[in-house]
């Protein structure tokens, strides 16, 4: 059978999957006492940061997401419930996702993680920390839901039909290597409050960092194909529609948030509530930062070294 073309590199036998450039992931799938998760888990001993997707991602979105902490830590990545190879009813609801990342913990016989979670994957990361405390030693969310959230305005029509099915996704694949110029712009335009003026500046960060570049290229492969993503998406959008504000107060554990001020998906209130809300709580507001601010700003790469020292100041003795 032809297998179709993803935008990574995989192999059908250990089915080893390449992110980007030099980081490859090979999922698979164990079985909790809640059902199925799909996992990758790095090699090694240490400590471990477990990543938390945001919507039309996956474990792929994950791996990248915490791909900065590779050198450091032990990375557990996965997909939640409604996305990729873990099926919606091994998790619906936020406590149950919640109590699902614990089992998966068990499954592995590991104690206690750190969690990164970017976007939606906020509602379960925010979730876990407050109802399975003594399995979480420390959390950074990076522009995560915190409250209440729908589609953003800058969501319009044409940017649904783009992200939200798989014709639009070959397209933007196509645009990509055609033209990346026009495809960062349309992520910054749907994901950040720009003026021309600052959308000129950081289209051009974007084109002449390679790690900013090669960052939102494979972000974007990490959206295809949507129709395994879609019903994990939906659920997200169906469970931040009806909270008013996260019981973030109740997590005890040592907590960074970062946020991107002129972030225009998840706002910047999102950041604060939390940072406000959790107990010495530290923050990181990233001055001009869109939605993927920790990894394609120019202050991106400040932001991940201080996300390491807080890391490393933290873990398990």
Same mark, same amino acid.
């Given at each position: 059978?032809?297998?179709?073309?993803?935008?990574?590199?995989?192999?059908?036998?250990?089915?080893?999957?390449?992110?980007?450039?030099?980081?490859?992931?090979?999922?698979?799938?164990?079985?909790?006492?809640?059902?199925?998760?799909?996992i990758d888990l790095t090699e090694g001993d240490g400590p471990v940061l477990m990543g938390s997707h945001g919507g039309l991602g996956?474990?792929? &979105?994950?791996?990248?997401?915490? /791909? %900065?902490?590779?050198? @450091?830590?032990?990375?557990?990545?996965?997909s939640r419930p409604g996305f990729l190879g873990t099926p919606l009813?091994?998790?619906?609801?936020?406590?149950?996702?919640?109590?699902?990342?614990?089992?998966?913990?068990?499954?592995?016989?590991?104690?206690?993680?750190?969690?990164?979670?970017?976007?939606?994957?906020?509602?379960?990361?925010?979730?876990?920390?407050?109802?399975?405390?003594?399995?979480?030693w420390a959390l950074i969310t990076a522009d995560s839901i915190s409250g209440y959230y729908d589609l953003p305005?800058?969501?319009?029509?044409?940017?649904?039909?783009?992200?939200?099915?798989?014709?639009?996704?070959?397209?933007?694949?196509k645009m990509t290597k055609a033209k990346p110029d026009s495809f960062i712009k349309e992520i910054f335009k749907s994901e950040a409050y720009y003026t021309k003026? &600052?959308?000129?500046?950081?289209? /051009? %960060?974007?084109?002449? @960092?390679?790690?900013?570049?090669?960052?939102?290229?494979?972000?974007m492969n990490t959206m295809y194909p949507y129709k395994p993503r879609k019903a994990g998406t939906m659920n997200d959008v169906d469970i931040s529609r009806t909270i008013h504000h996260l019981p973030v107060e109740k997590i005890k554990c040592p907590t960074l948030v970062v946020h991107g001020t002129h972030d225009a998906d998840v706002k910047f209130y999102d950041g604060v509530y939390a940072y406000e809300n959790i107990e010495n709580a530290e923050r990181i507001w990233v001055e001009e930062g869109s939605h993927l601010c920790f990894w394609i700003n120019p202050?991106?790469?400040?932001?991940?070294?201080?996300?390491?020292d807080f890391l490393k100041r933290n873990m398990p003795k």
């Amino acid at each position: 059978m032809k297998q179709k073309k993803t935008g990574k590199k995989e192999t059908t036998g250990d089915r080893k999957i390449e992110i980007m450039k030099g980081v490859f992931i090979s999922p698979k799938i164990i079985k909790t006492k809640f059902g199925d998760v799909e996992i990758d888990l790095t090699e090694g001993d240490g400590p471990v940061l477990m990543g938390s997707h945001g919507g039309l991602g996956g474990i792929d &979105q994950c791996r990248a997401a915490i /791909d %900065f902490a590779a050198s @450091d830590f032990r990375l557990l990545s996965l997909s939640r419930p409604g996305f990729l190879g873990t099926p919606l009813e091994s998790g619906k609801s936020l406590d149950e996702q919640a109590d699902l990342f614990a089992a998966v913990l068990d499954e592995l016989g590991i104690d206690k993680v750190a969690v990164f979670s970017i976007s939606a994957g906020g509602l379960a990361a925010y979730t876990f920390a407050a109802r399975h405390p003594d399995r979480i030693w420390a959390l950074i969310t990076a522009d995560s839901i915190s409250g209440y959230y729908d589609l953003p305005e800058t969501a319009g029509p044409v940017a649904q039909m783009i992200f939200l099915s798989d014709p639009g996704q070959k397209l933007l694949q196509k645009m990509t290597k055609a033209k990346p110029d026009s495809f960062i712009k349309e992520i910054f335009k749907s994901e950040a409050y720009y003026t021309k003026e &600052q959308m000129k500046k950081h289209l /051009d %960060f974007v084109l002449n @960092d390679p790690y900013a570049h090669e960052f939102v290229t494979a972000f974007m492969n990490t959206m295809y194909p949507y129709k395994p993503r879609k019903a994990g998406t939906m659920n997200d959008v169906d469970i931040s529609r009806t909270i008013h504000h996260l019981p973030v107060e109740k997590i005890k554990c040592p907590t960074l948030v970062v946020h991107g001020t002129h972030d225009a998906d998840v706002k910047f209130y999102d950041g604060v509530y939390a940072y406000e809300n959790i107990e010495n709580a530290e923050r990181i507001w990233v001055e001009e930062g869109s939605h993927l601010c920790f990894w394609i700003n120019p202050k991106s790469k400040e932001a991940q070294e201080y996300a390491l020292d807080f890391l490393k100041r933290n873990m398990p003795k």
